[in-house]
């Protein structure tokens, strides 16, 4: 067995546990395990709409994954996703609310823009005190969201509410802002076509320019990069930019192609799904792009789940934490399977 | 019987012997040197006896016995002890509670301190083994600290003691000590086996010797029998030929200047007041033991550590004030001692680690993306020039072998356009092949009027290669000498052990007066 057909046999493995673990789980609710399984992948593959509802989801997860996996290039472990996500929605939402008269082709750009900066500058922050001051940025980033998600809170009842509206919640956007949908009646919309772009972006970014170059060397060695006269302070700063960056557009395209307003909720924790579809993608842009599409599907899945077989779709969220675990256990779990010639490494 | 017998060893690694077909016999109440270049397999040899790795093949005896040691706590078990060359202690302990960590004694956890410290000055005395059972560890000079190790196995009642390379870290003085106690040890009735590739002590030392060389164990014998010469034929399978330092004049003029660079960290004293003029075309050879502010001097050479104060200069123009890739721009270049930390990106192919350098550089970039034909050609070229066995310039270099690793940075840093070369242990850890390698290519740059700081604790390459010769200790230069061929390698040696060369000719002067 070559080692290409273990590793895929390991995988396979990993399906097999969570399928098997599911269908525990579903019986243990009292439910029919095979209508669940019927409505599950019915909800996901059933009819154009429920089609382009994963690439809803997979957008913001998308952008934001790319967000992560270019901060975790660098060494820089961007938590945080979600709080930036939320300062690009407030970024987006205050431009499209003050300056309602730029014409559909500078307001989209605009808000874009605005999305990306105040997303990065909210990475940027944490990045600058892990680099200069080396305080830890796992603990900075997840700070950083309550902070992000409690002014947005603040903003829709004060600078961005509605003042015609009884909820916390923003004034209609101008039909300027709106990301066009692609596919009539159904949600999705052109957000999916900038994640698609952003991917192709970052790639080109972290394999083929010389910047991309450092900051893989600094995230895997800053000590020698240090040493040949690189600069982890501007690796990271970059980086951590950047990543932000992409979280705030993916707060940009919740706002713009799918509530056309600034809601508390915004977002059903994407900036932490983006973390796991960065390590399912391995950092990769293609792989998180996969990635990205596979948990929307187990999202949009399980939704329908729920409403076939009344499953809660709690479940989903198990299974996914279970799927996660497995994978990122899978070298040692499956040990045996993967290096059966070698019966330890060399230390 | 012997004490112990290792039968035909078998190791193997990534497909490669490690280990072939090994015999080792250690006799109760002798010292057993086991003599081999790097990498001959001595050390892979004395992890499989001490558990850490399990062999593929062979049998280990124990007092006639068949054993099986699944981890360092099963030999240690048999009183069977390890010191390693790299300590196994917790600085922030003191001696005493190093000694007996792991260990219950009566009252534990609320240990006797008391009786304990008793215990163990007792073993300090019998064998000669300063030290202060209260003392922390990370107060401790490199020697104690080898002291507190092998206190650590005698506490222990450890009848074989293995010491891996024990004298590399010690100035000669020190060394003598250790051999005064290695003796002692050997009287009271314990075995000893020395790992080392340094000849003469076999033949001052030990009573038999094995040598290994490429995995395979190639004579058992007595010293006695045997010359030095002899024993280095059967350790690198032919002659030692020394590397010929040509007899170049120093050129005038100015090539790297070092002046009165102070550090500390965190608060401790790491260089004090050092100052060194290297000329263009000549090799000074800094002597001294380990950690004696050897690494810090070359990272506040190259701008990688700031000093508290003094300068830099690099012909005449001052650097001090200029970042890592500034100095490399102006010709400066760095080999550090540790290559897997401070110079390359393991899992990065070699074409990235020769990028590393140059990554803001015209030449490789094309318009704003790396230009990879660029890249390759020039990986390819550095593979051809510097003889890299390596499968392609896209593997890992965590492929290669440590000397193919050594020539890759050798081949990105020492180009021609370098000035001043600073080389911190350039061949730790190389096997001779390609040390003599690394030196060649250290007198070729000479010869291309290059500064040149060698750094080596090793005295051997020191001599071999250096016009002139400082020795470091503690911080500080002690001196500078000449290189000539009658150097006197003894005040050398105390001044590695922290003697001022001023305060050694002026005892000569008060003897004679």
């Given at each position: 067995?070559?080692?290409?057909?273990?590793?895929?046999?390991?995988?396979?493995?990993?399906?097999?546990?969570?399928?098997?673990?599911?269908?525990?789980?579903?019986?243990?609710?009292?439910?029919?395990?095979?209508?669940?399984?019927?409505?599950?992948?019915?909800?996901?593959?059933?009819?154009?709409?429920?089609?382009?509802?994963v690439?809803?989801?997979?957008?913001?997860?998308?952008?934001?994954?790319?967000?992560?996996?270019?901060?975790?290039?660098?060494?820089?472990?961007?938590?945080?996703?979600?709080?930036?996500?939320?300062?690009?929605?407030?970024?987006?939402?205050?431009?499209?609310?003050?300056?309602?008269?730029?014409?559909?082709?500078?307001?989209?750009?605009?808000?874009?823009?605005?999305?990306?900066?105040?997303?990065?500058?909210?990475?940027?922050?944490?990045?600058?005190?892990?680099?200069?001051?080396?305080?830890?940025?796992?603990?900075?980033?997840?700070?950083f969201?309550?902070?992000?998600?409690?002014?947005v809170?603040?903003?829709v009842?004060?600078?961005?509410?509605?003042?015609?509206?009884?909820?916390?919640?923003?004034?209609?956007?101008?039909?300027?802002?709106?990301?066009?949908?692609?596919?009539?009646?159904?949600?999705?919309?052109?957000?999916i076509?900038?994640?698609?772009?952003?991917?192709?972006?970052?790639?080109?970014?972290?394999?083929?320019?010389?910047?991309?170059?450092?900051?893989?060397?600094?995230?895997?060695?800053?000590?020698?990069?240090?040493?040949?006269g690189?600069?982890?302070?501007?690796?990271?700063?970059?980086?951590?930019?950047?990543?932000?960056?992409?979280a705030?557009?993916?707060?940009?395209?919740?706002?713009?192609?799918?509530h056309?307003?600034?809601?508390?909720?915004?977002?059903?924790?994407?900036?932490?799904?983006?973390?796991?579809?960065?390590?399912?993608g391995?950092?990769n842009?293609?792989?998180?792009?996969?990635?990205?599409?596979?948990?929307?599907?187990?999202?949009?899945?399980s939704?329908?789940?729920?409403?076939?077989?009344?499953?809660?779709?709690?479940?989903?969220?198990?299974?996914?934490?279970?799927?996660?675990?497995?994978?990122?256990?899978?070298?040692?779990?499956?040990k045996?399977?993967?290096q059966?010639?070698?019966?330890?490494?060399?230390? | 019987?012997?004490?112990?017998?290792?039968?035909?060893?078998?190791?193997?690694?990534?497909?490669?012997?490690?280990?072939?077909d090994?015999?080792?016999?250690v006799?109760?109440?002798?010292i057993?040197?086991?003599?081999?270049?790097?990498?001959?397999?001595?050390?892979?040899?004395m992890?499989?006896?001490?558990?850490?790795?399990?062999?593929?093949?062979g049998?280990?005896?124990?007092?006639?016995?068949p054993?099986?040691?699944?981890?360092?706590?099963?030999?240690?078990?048999?009183?069977?002890?390890?010191?390693?060359?790299?300590?196994?202690?917790?600085?922030?302990?003191?001696?005493?509670?190093?000694?007996?960590?792991g260990?219950?004694?009566?009252?534990?956890?609320?240990?006797?301190?008391?009786?304990?410290?008793?215990?163990?000055?007792?073993?300090s005395?019998?064998?000669?083994?300063?030290?202060?059972?209260e003392?922390?560890?990370?107060?401790?000079?490199?020697?104690?600290?080898?002291?507190?190790?092998?206190i650590?196995?005698?506490?222990?009642?450890?009848?074989?003691?293995?010491?891996?390379?024990?004298?590399?870290?010690?100035?000669?003085?020190?060394?003598?000590?250790?051999?005064?106690?290695?003796?002692?040890?050997?009287?009271?009735?314990?075995?000893?086996?020395?790992?080392?590739?340094?000849?003469?002590?076999?033949?001052?030392?030990?009573?038999?010797?094995t040598?290994?060389r490429?995995?395979?164990?190639?004579?058992?014998?007595?010293?006695?029998?045997?010359?030095?010469?002899?024993?280095?034929?059967?350790?690198?399978?032919?002659?030692?030929?020394?590397?010929?330092?040509?007899?170049?004049?120093?050129?005038e003029g100015?090539?790297?200047?070092?002046?009165?660079?102070?550090?500390?960290?965190?608060?401790?004293?790491?260089?004090?007041?050092?100052?060194?003029?290297?000329?263009?075309?000549?090799?000074?050879?800094?002597?001294?033991?380990?950690g004696?502010?050897?690494k810090?001097?070359?990272?506040?050479?190259?701008?990688?550590?700031?000093?508290?104060?003094?300068?830099?200069?690099?012909?005449?123009?001052?650097?001090s004030?200029?970042a890592?890739?500034?100095?490399?721009?102006?010709?400066?270049?760095?080999?550090?001692?540790?290559?897997?930390?401070?110079?390359?990106v393991?899992?990065?192919?070699?074409?990235?680690?020769?990028?590393?350098?140059?990554?803001?550089?015209?030449?490789?970039?094309?318009?704003?993306?790396?230009?990879?034909?660029?890249?390759?050609?020039?990986?390819?070229?550095?593979?051809?020039?510097?003889?890299?066995?390596t499968?392609?310039?896209?593997?890992?270099?965590?492929?290669l072998?440590?000397?193919?690793?050594?020539?890759?940075?050798?081949?990105?840093?020492?180009?021609?356009?370098?000035?001043?070369?600073?080389?911190?242990?350039?061949?730790?850890?190389?096997?001779?092949?390609a040390?003599?390698?690394?030196?060649?290519?250290?007198?070729?740059?000479?010869?291309?009027?290059?500064?040149?700081?060698?750094?080596?604790?090793?005295?051997?390459?020191?001599?071999?290669?250096?016009?002139?010769?400082?020795?470091?200790?503690?911080?500080?230069?002690?001196?500078?000498?000449?290189?000539t061929?009658?150097?006197?390698?003894?005040?050398?040696?105390?001044?590695?052990?922290?003697?001022?060369?001023?305060?050694?000719?002026?005892?000569?002067?008060?003897?004679?007066?």
């Amino acid at each position: 067995m070559g080692h290409k057909v273990r590793s895929a046999v390991s995988f396979l493995l990993v399906a097999l546990i969570s399928v098997a673990l599911a269908m525990l789980l579903i019986s243990l609710t009292g439910s029919e395990v095979g209508r669940a399984f019927a409505g599950f992948f019915r909800g996901i593959v059933g009819s154009s709409y429920s089609i382009a509802e994963v690439f809803v989801k997979a957008t913001p997860l998308t952008l934001a994954g790319l967000g992560v996996a270019v901060a975790f290039r660098s060494g820089f472990i961007n938590i945080g996703t979600e709080g930036q996500l939320y300062m690009g929605a407030i970024a987006a939402t205050a431009i499209a609310m003050y300056l309602p008269n730029l014409p559909a082709l500078l307001m989209i750009p605009a808000c874009m823009l605005g999305a990306f900066l105040l997303g990065g500058l909210w990475a940027l922050i944490p990045g600058l005190l892990k680099s200069r001051f080396g305080i830890s940025d796992v603990l900075n980033t997840i700070m950083f969201n309550y902070i992000a998600i409690a002014i947005v809170g603040i903003l829709v009842q004060t600078a961005l509410k509605d003042p015609n509206n009884y909820f916390p919640q923003s004034p209609p956007l101008p039909a300027a802002s709106a990301l066009a949908v692609i596919i009539k009646s159904t949600r999705l919309h052109s957000g999916i076509f900038i994640a698609l772009a952003a991917a192709a972006l970052v790639y080109l970014f972290i394999f083929k320019t010389p910047a991309g170059f450092r900051m893989r060397a600094v995230g895997l060695n800053p000590r020698a990069c240090k040493c040949v006269g690189i600069s982890a302070l501007s690796c990271v700063l970059i980086s951590s930019l950047i990543s932000g960056g992409l979280a705030g557009v993916a707060g940009f395209c919740e706002v713009m192609g799918l509530h056309h307003k600034l809601l508390p909720g915004i977002s059903p924790s994407y900036g932490y799904l983006a973390i796991i579809v960065t390590l399912l993608g391995k950092n990769n842009p293609l792989g998180v792009v996969l990635a990205a599409i596979g948990i929307a599907a187990l999202q949009v899945g399980s939704l329908a789940m729920q409403r076939a077989a009344s499953v809660p779709s709690a479940i989903a969220e198990i299974i996914m934490g279970v799927v996660v675990i497995l994978i990122l256990a899978r070298q040692t779990l499956f040990k045996g399977l993967l290096q059966p010639a070698r019966k330890e490494e060399k230390a | 019987m012997p004490l112990l017998e290792m039968r035909n060893i078998d190791k193997v690694f990534f497909g490669q012997y490690a280990n072939r077909d090994v015999d080792l016999a250690v006799e109760s109440g002798e010292i057993h040197a086991l003599l081999g270049e790097n990498g001959a397999g001595k050390t892979t040899l004395m992890n499989i006896l001490y558990g850490i790795y399990t062999r593929d093949g062979g049998q280990v005896l124990w007092q006639g016995r068949p054993v099986e040691f699944a981890s360092p706590r099963d030999a240690i078990a048999c009183r069977i002890g390890m010191v390693h060359q790299h300590f196994m202690l917790v600085p922030t302990l003191t001696v005493s509670q190093n000694i007996t960590l792991g260990l219950k004694s009566p009252g534990y956890p609320f240990s006797k301190r008391k009786a304990l410290n008793e215990g163990i000055m007792d073993i300090s005395r019998r064998y000669g083994l300063k030290i202060d059972p209260e003392a922390y560890v990370s107060r401790l000079s490199v020697g104690e600290q080898q002291r507190v190790e092998i206190i650590k196995l005698l506490y222990r009642n450890t009848e074989l003691l293995i010491l891996d390379e024990p004298t590399a870290v010690l100035t000669p003085q020190e060394t003598q000590n250790l051999f005064a106690v290695l003796r002692r040890l050997k009287d009271n009735g314990c075995s000893v086996i020395l790992i080392t590739h340094r000849i003469p002590e076999v033949m001052e030392i030990a009573d038999r010797v094995t040598v290994l060389r490429d995995a395979r164990k190639i004579i058992t014998a007595p010293t006695g029998g045997l010359t030095e010469k002899q024993l280095s034929e059967y350790m690198i399978g032919r002659e030692l030929r020394p590397v010929r330092r040509e007899g170049v004049a120093r050129t005038e003029g100015s090539g790297l200047t070092l002046s009165d660079l102070c550090l500390k960290v965190n608060g401790v004293e790491k260089l004090d007041r050092v100052s060194l003029d290297i000329a263009p075309g000549e090799i000074l050879g800094l002597a001294g033991v380990d950690g004696n502010g050897q690494k810090e001097l070359a990272e506040a050479a190259m701008g990688i550590r700031k000093p508290d104060s003094g300068r830099v200069l690099l012909a005449g123009e001052d650097l001090s004030a200029w970042a890592v890739d500034r100095r490399i721009k102006g010709g400066l270049a760095y080999i550090s001692d540790d290559r897997h930390h401070d110079s390359l990106v393991m899992p990065m192919s070699l074409m990235e680690n020769l990028l590393l350098k140059y990554s803001a550089y015209q030449r490789f970039v094309k318009n704003g993306f790396i230009n990879m034909k660029v890249l390759r050609r020039t990986t390819e070229q550095a593979i051809r020039d510097y003889e890299i066995k390596t499968l392609s310039a896209e593997s890992p270099v965590s492929y290669l072998s440590g000397g193919n690793q050594q020539k890759l940075i050798l081949a990105r840093e020492l180009t021609e356009d370098r000035r001043a070369i600073v080389a911190l242990q350039p061949t730790r850890g190389l096997d001779i092949g390609a040390s003599e390698f690394v030196q060649n290519q250290l007198l070729a740059c000479k010869r291309r009027n290059c500064a040149i700081l060698l750094i080596s604790a090793d005295l051997e390459e020191v001599l071999s290669l250096s016009d002139r010769i400082a020795v470091i200790h503690d911080g500080a230069i002690m001196g500078v000498k000449d290189n000539t061929p009658d150097i006197d390698v003894a005040e050398l040696g105390l001044m590695m052990a922290g003697r001022r060369l001023e305060e050694l000719k002026g005892g000569e002067a008060g003897h004679g007066a």
